[in-house]
Protein backbone atom coordinates (compact mmCIF):
# COMPACT_ATOMS: atom_id res chain seq x y z
CA UNK A 1 0.00 0.00 0.00
CA UNK A 2 2.97 2.75 0.80
CA UNK A 3 3.79 2.64 -2.93
CA UNK A 4 1.06 2.74 -4.16
CA UNK A 5 0.73 6.95 -2.46
CA UNK A 6 3.86 7.83 -4.52
CA UNK A 7 3.43 9.86 -7.67
CA UNK A 8 2.57 7.95 -10.70
CA UNK A 9 3.04 4.87 -8.68
CA UNK A 10 0.26 2.05 -8.80
CA UNK A 11 -1.70 4.45 -11.73
CA UNK A 12 -1.23 2.77 -15.01
CA UNK A 13 -2.54 -1.00 -13.30
CA UNK A 14 -5.78 -2.07 -13.61
CA UNK A 15 -7.48 -1.22 -9.72
CA UNK A 16 -7.73 -4.86 -7.11
CA UNK A 17 -10.81 -6.22 -7.15
CA UNK A 18 -13.67 -4.45 -6.05
CA UNK A 19 -13.25 -5.65 -2.28
CA UNK A 20 -9.72 -5.15 -1.59
CA UNK A 21 -7.61 -3.80 -0.62
CA UNK A 22 -6.26 -5.70 2.57
CA UNK A 23 -2.53 -4.81 2.14
CA UNK A 24 -0.26 -3.63 4.69
CA UNK A 25 2.10 -0.95 3.84
CA UNK A 26 4.81 -3.35 4.18
CA UNK A 27 2.90 -5.90 2.00
CA UNK A 28 1.86 -8.11 4.85
CA UNK A 29 -1.92 -9.08 5.99
CA UNK A 30 -3.47 -6.06 7.50
CA UNK A 31 -6.07 -7.87 10.44
CA UNK A 32 -9.45 -6.84 9.55
CA UNK A 33 -9.53 -5.07 12.79
CA UNK A 34 -6.31 -2.45 12.34
CA UNK A 35 -7.54 0.70 11.56
CA UNK A 36 -7.83 2.11 8.25
CA UNK A 37 -6.45 5.50 9.31
CA UNK A 38 -5.52 7.09 12.58
CA UNK A 39 -4.57 10.68 13.17
CA UNK A 40 -2.15 11.24 15.52
CA UNK A 41 -2.39 15.50 17.04
CA UNK A 42 -4.03 16.42 14.31
CA UNK A 43 -4.61 20.25 14.33
CA UNK A 44 -5.72 22.11 10.86
CA UNK A 45 -5.30 25.59 10.34
CA UNK A 46 -7.13 28.45 8.21
CA UNK A 47 -4.20 31.28 8.35
CA UNK A 48 -2.51 30.58 10.93
CA UNK A 49 -5.64 30.41 13.35
CA UNK A 50 -6.83 26.41 14.61
CA UNK A 51 -10.21 25.44 13.07
CA UNK A 52 -9.55 22.25 14.65
CA UNK A 53 -6.81 20.85 17.27
CA UNK A 54 -5.25 18.18 18.81
CA UNK A 55 -7.34 15.14 17.00
CA UNK A 56 -6.28 11.37 17.99
CA UNK A 57 -8.50 8.75 16.12
CA UNK A 58 -8.68 5.53 14.80
CA UNK A 59 -11.18 5.08 11.73
CA UNK A 60 -11.80 1.40 11.84
CA UNK A 61 -12.48 -0.58 8.38
CA UNK A 62 -15.46 -2.03 7.49
CA UNK A 63 -17.73 0.53 9.53
CA UNK A 64 -19.79 3.67 9.23
CA UNK A 65 -18.19 6.80 11.25
CA UNK A 66 -20.34 9.46 12.11
CA UNK A 67 -19.19 12.93 12.85
CA UNK A 68 -21.40 15.14 14.36
CA UNK A 69 -21.26 18.81 16.05
CA UNK A 70 -22.36 22.73 15.65
CA UNK A 71 -21.68 24.39 13.01
CA UNK A 72 -18.39 25.91 12.31
CA UNK A 73 -17.27 22.92 14.84
CA UNK A 74 -14.63 21.52 12.27
CA UNK A 75 -16.27 18.14 10.83
CA UNK A 76 -15.85 19.11 7.16
CA UNK A 77 -12.34 20.36 7.80
CA UNK A 78 -11.44 17.40 9.89
CA UNK A 79 -13.08 15.01 7.54
CA UNK A 80 -11.05 17.03 4.22
CA UNK A 81 -7.56 16.16 6.29
CA UNK A 82 -8.05 12.59 5.51
CA UNK A 83 -7.68 12.49 1.70
CA UNK A 84 -5.81 16.20 1.53
CA UNK A 85 -8.92 17.87 0.32
CA UNK A 86 -7.40 20.88 2.50
CA UNK A 87 -4.31 20.92 0.09
CA UNK A 88 -7.45 22.84 -2.49
CA UNK A 89 -7.64 25.57 0.38
CA UNK A 90 -4.18 27.61 0.06
CA UNK A 91 -4.56 29.13 3.46
CA UNK A 92 -5.01 25.63 5.56
CA UNK A 93 -2.36 23.81 6.68
CA UNK A 94 -2.45 20.45 8.59
CA UNK A 95 0.20 19.51 11.46
CA UNK A 96 0.31 15.96 12.70
CA UNK A 97 0.04 12.78 11.17
CA UNK A 98 -2.87 11.44 9.15
CA UNK A 99 -1.93 7.31 8.72
CA UNK A 100 -3.75 5.28 6.22
CA UNK A 101 -2.69 2.04 6.72
CA UNK A 102 0.05 3.19 8.93
CA UNK A 103 1.36 5.49 6.12
CA UNK A 104 1.73 9.16 7.08
CA UNK A 105 -0.84 11.10 4.21
CA UNK A 106 1.39 13.98 4.79
CA UNK A 107 4.68 11.95 4.09
CA UNK A 108 7.00 13.31 1.98
CA UNK A 109 6.65 12.10 -2.05
CA UNK A 110 2.99 11.23 -1.21
CA UNK A 111 0.79 12.15 -4.16
CA UNK A 112 -2.33 14.11 -3.38
CA UNK A 113 -3.99 12.82 -6.19
CA UNK A 114 -3.30 8.77 -5.47
CA UNK A 115 -4.50 9.91 -2.36
CA UNK A 116 -7.73 10.95 -2.98
CA UNK A 117 -7.79 7.83 -5.57
CA UNK A 118 -8.10 5.15 -2.68
CA UNK A 119 -9.75 7.73 -0.62
CA UNK A 120 -12.42 8.97 -2.48
CA UNK A 121 -14.85 12.00 -1.33
CA UNK A 122 -19.09 12.82 -2.10
CA UNK A 123 -20.03 16.17 -1.02
CA UNK A 124 -23.12 18.14 0.21
CA UNK A 125 -24.35 18.73 -3.00
CA UNK A 126 -24.81 16.43 -6.05
CA UNK A 127 -22.04 17.83 -8.50
CA UNK A 128 -21.76 15.74 -11.83
CA UNK A 129 -19.72 17.31 -14.33
CA UNK A 130 -21.28 17.92 -17.75
CA UNK A 131 -20.85 14.84 -19.26
CA UNK A 132 -23.29 11.84 -19.53
CA UNK A 133 -23.36 9.38 -16.77
CA UNK A 134 -20.62 7.04 -18.45
CA UNK A 135 -18.24 9.66 -18.80
CA UNK A 136 -18.95 10.64 -15.43
CA UNK A 137 -18.27 7.41 -13.52
CA UNK A 138 -15.30 7.01 -16.19
CA UNK A 139 -13.76 10.43 -15.34
CA UNK A 140 -11.26 8.95 -12.70
CA UNK A 141 -9.71 5.85 -14.12
CA UNK A 142 -9.75 7.62 -17.35
CA UNK A 143 -7.67 10.39 -16.02
CA UNK A 144 -5.36 8.38 -13.61
CA UNK A 145 -4.22 6.33 -17.19
CA UNK A 146 -5.91 3.25 -15.76
CA UNK A 147 -5.83 0.49 -17.72
CA UNK A 148 -9.34 -1.42 -16.98
CA UNK A 149 -12.13 -2.12 -18.84
CA UNK A 150 -14.49 1.01 -18.72
CA UNK A 151 -17.61 -0.53 -19.80
CA UNK A 152 -16.74 -3.25 -16.99
CA UNK A 153 -15.70 -0.73 -14.25
CA UNK A 154 -18.89 1.92 -15.23
CA UNK A 155 -20.89 -0.94 -14.65
CA UNK A 156 -19.70 -2.16 -11.47
CA UNK A 157 -19.71 1.16 -9.69
CA UNK A 158 -22.88 2.03 -10.76
CA UNK A 159 -23.99 -1.48 -9.29
CA UNK A 160 -22.50 -0.55 -6.12
CA UNK A 161 -24.02 2.53 -5.90
CA UNK A 162 -27.77 1.20 -6.46
CA UNK A 163 -28.08 2.91 -9.68
CA UNK A 164 -27.65 0.47 -12.50
CA UNK A 165 -30.97 -0.50 -12.66
CA UNK A 166 -32.05 2.82 -13.28
CA UNK A 167 -29.61 4.19 -16.05
CA UNK A 168 -28.14 1.02 -17.84
CA UNK A 169 -30.71 2.15 -20.83
CA UNK A 170 -29.28 5.86 -20.90
CA UNK A 171 -25.96 6.19 -19.84
CA UNK A 172 -25.40 8.24 -23.07
CA UNK A 173 -27.27 10.68 -21.49
CA UNK A 174 -26.46 14.08 -19.83
CA UNK A 175 -26.22 13.39 -16.28
CA UNK A 176 -27.93 16.63 -15.38
CA UNK A 177 -31.14 14.38 -16.53
CA UNK A 178 -30.90 12.68 -13.04
CA UNK A 179 -33.09 13.49 -10.42
CA UNK A 180 -30.86 14.77 -7.26
CA UNK A 181 -30.90 11.35 -5.61
CA UNK A 182 -29.67 10.08 -8.74
CA UNK A 183 -27.05 12.55 -8.93
CA UNK A 184 -25.90 11.97 -5.78
CA UNK A 185 -25.87 8.13 -6.35
CA UNK A 186 -23.99 8.93 -9.30
CA UNK A 187 -21.06 10.80 -7.74
CA UNK A 188 -21.31 7.62 -5.17
CA UNK A 189 -20.62 5.79 -7.97
CA UNK A 190 -17.90 7.86 -9.67
CA UNK A 191 -16.08 7.91 -6.32
CA UNK A 192 -16.02 4.29 -6.43
CA UNK A 193 -14.52 4.06 -9.62
CA UNK A 194 -11.18 4.13 -8.96
CA UNK A 195 -11.36 1.52 -6.79
CA UNK A 196 -11.48 3.03 -3.18
CA UNK A 197 -11.06 1.51 -0.42
CA UNK A 198 -12.40 4.46 2.24
CA UNK A 199 -15.59 7.18 1.00
CA UNK A 200 -15.96 10.12 2.71
CA UNK A 201 -19.34 12.20 2.51
CA UNK A 202 -20.04 15.55 3.85
CA UNK A 203 -23.58 15.74 4.54
CA UNK A 204 -24.44 13.99 1.17
CA UNK A 205 -28.12 14.00 1.99
CA UNK A 206 -28.98 17.41 3.09
CA UNK A 207 -29.92 18.33 -0.58
CA UNK A 208 -32.18 15.25 -1.12
CA UNK A 209 -35.83 14.61 0.37
CA UNK A 210 -36.65 11.99 2.66
CA UNK A 211 -36.85 8.75 -0.36
CA UNK A 212 -33.64 10.05 -1.80
CA UNK A 213 -31.83 10.21 1.95
CA UNK A 214 -33.60 6.49 2.79
CA UNK A 215 -32.02 5.48 -0.25
CA UNK A 216 -28.81 6.41 0.16
CA UNK A 217 -28.92 5.92 3.70
CA UNK A 218 -29.54 2.08 2.63
CA UNK A 219 -26.64 2.13 -0.12
CA UNK A 220 -24.17 3.23 3.18
CA UNK A 221 -25.07 0.45 5.57
CA UNK A 222 -24.29 -1.67 1.93
CA UNK A 223 -21.00 -0.52 0.99
CA UNK A 224 -20.25 -0.81 4.71
CA UNK A 225 -19.50 -4.61 3.65
CA UNK A 226 -16.61 -3.32 1.42
CA UNK A 227 -15.97 0.19 2.28
CA UNK A 228 -15.25 1.91 5.40
CA UNK A 229 -16.64 5.59 5.40
CA UNK A 230 -17.01 8.27 7.62
CA UNK A 231 -19.76 10.86 7.02
CA UNK A 232 -20.38 14.27 8.10
CA UNK A 233 -24.51 14.66 9.33
CA UNK A 234 -25.97 17.07 10.87
CA UNK A 235 -28.87 14.96 11.12
CA UNK A 236 -28.81 12.76 14.61
CA UNK A 237 -31.49 10.15 13.62
CA UNK A 238 -29.27 9.37 10.45
CA UNK A 239 -25.98 8.83 12.58
CA UNK A 240 -27.94 6.41 14.88
CA UNK A 241 -29.32 4.93 11.58
CA UNK A 242 -26.50 4.57 9.78
CA UNK A 243 -23.49 5.18 11.74
CA UNK A 244 -20.97 2.44 14.24
CA UNK A 245 -19.24 4.90 15.75
CA UNK A 246 -19.57 8.53 16.26
CA UNK A 247 -17.14 11.30 17.16
CA UNK A 248 -18.85 14.56 18.81
CA UNK A 249 -17.45 17.74 18.13
CA UNK A 250 -17.90 21.38 19.56
CA UNK A 251 -16.23 24.62 19.56
CA UNK A 252 -14.35 25.56 22.60
CA UNK A 253 -13.21 29.41 23.17
CA UNK A 254 -9.52 30.78 23.78
CA UNK A 255 -8.63 33.54 25.73
CA UNK A 256 -8.03 35.33 22.19
CA UNK A 257 -11.83 34.19 21.55
CA UNK A 258 -10.49 32.36 18.84
CA UNK A 259 -12.85 29.33 18.07
CA UNK A 260 -11.38 26.35 17.55
CA UNK A 261 -13.13 22.43 17.12
CA UNK A 262 -12.30 19.55 19.22
CA UNK A 263 -13.21 16.02 19.59
CA UNK A 264 -15.53 15.70 22.92
CA UNK A 265 -16.33 12.49 22.57
CA UNK A 266 -15.33 9.18 20.11
CA UNK A 267 -17.36 6.42 20.28
CA UNK A 268 -19.76 3.71 19.61
CA UNK A 269 -23.06 5.53 18.41
CA UNK A 270 -25.21 3.59 20.43
CA UNK A 271 -23.37 4.71 23.94
CA UNK A 272 -22.60 8.10 22.02
CA UNK A 273 -26.25 8.63 22.26
CA UNK A 274 -27.44 6.68 25.03
CA UNK A 275 -24.90 6.92 27.76
CA UNK A 276 -22.64 9.99 26.82
CA UNK A 277 -19.72 10.36 29.11
CA UNK A 278 -19.71 14.20 28.59
CA UNK A 279 -22.56 16.52 29.30
CA UNK A 280 -21.43 18.52 26.22
CA UNK A 281 -22.18 15.24 24.40
CA UNK A 282 -25.22 14.72 26.27
CA UNK A 283 -26.29 18.75 25.91
CA UNK A 284 -26.46 18.16 21.89
CA UNK A 285 -27.97 14.40 21.70
CA UNK A 286 -30.56 15.77 23.92
CA UNK A 287 -31.11 18.97 21.54
CA UNK A 288 -30.36 21.71 24.45
CA UNK A 289 -27.70 22.94 22.36
CA UNK A 290 -26.75 23.54 18.39
N1 LIG B 1 -11.66 27.86 3.49
C1 LIG B 1 -11.69 28.37 4.73
N2 LIG B 1 -10.97 29.48 5.04
C2 LIG B 1 -10.98 30.00 6.28
N3 LIG B 1 -11.68 29.48 7.30
C3 LIG B 1 -12.41 28.38 7.06
C4 LIG B 1 -12.46 27.77 5.77
N4 LIG B 1 -13.27 26.69 5.84
C5 LIG B 1 -13.70 26.64 7.10
N5 LIG B 1 -13.20 27.63 7.84
C6 LIG B 1 -13.44 27.90 9.27
O1 LIG B 1 -13.08 26.73 10.00
C7 LIG B 1 -14.03 26.47 11.01
C8 LIG B 1 -14.60 25.07 10.82
O2 LIG B 1 -15.34 25.07 9.61
P1 LIG B 1 -15.97 23.76 9.01
O3 LIG B 1 -16.59 24.13 7.72
O4 LIG B 1 -14.97 22.67 9.02
O5 LIG B 1 -17.10 23.43 10.10
P2 LIG B 1 -18.31 22.40 10.02
O6 LIG B 1 -18.37 21.74 11.36
O7 LIG B 1 -18.19 21.55 8.84
O8 LIG B 1 -19.56 23.39 9.88
P3 LIG B 1 -20.96 23.15 9.13
O9 LIG B 1 -21.71 22.21 10.03
O10 LIG B 1 -21.58 24.50 9.09
O11 LIG B 1 -20.68 22.58 7.78
C9 LIG B 1 -15.09 27.57 10.93
O12 LIG B 1 -14.76 28.55 11.88
C10 LIG B 1 -14.93 28.09 9.52
O13 LIG B 1 -15.28 29.44 9.45
MG1 LIG C 1 -19.35 21.28 7.12
Given at each position: ?A??????????????????P???????????????????????F????P???E?T??????????F?G???C?????????????????S?????K??????????????????????????Q????F??????N?????????????MD?????????????????D??K????????????????????????????????????????????????????????????????????R?S??????????????N?T???????????V??????????????????
Open positions: MDQLQTGADVKTAPPAIDADAAPNGGPTSSSAPVLSTENVHVYDGIAVKVMDIPRHRVTAIPSGGKSTLLRSFNRMNDLIPAEVTGVLYHGQDLYGSGVDPVEVRKHIGMVFKPNPPKSIYDVAFGPKVLGMKVDEVVENSLRHAALWDEVKRLQSAFGMSGGQQQRLCIARALATNPDVLLMDEPCSALDPIATGRIEDLMVRLREEYTIVIVTHNMQQATVDRTAFLTVELDEQDRGVVVEYDETEKFSQPSDSRTEAYVTGRIG
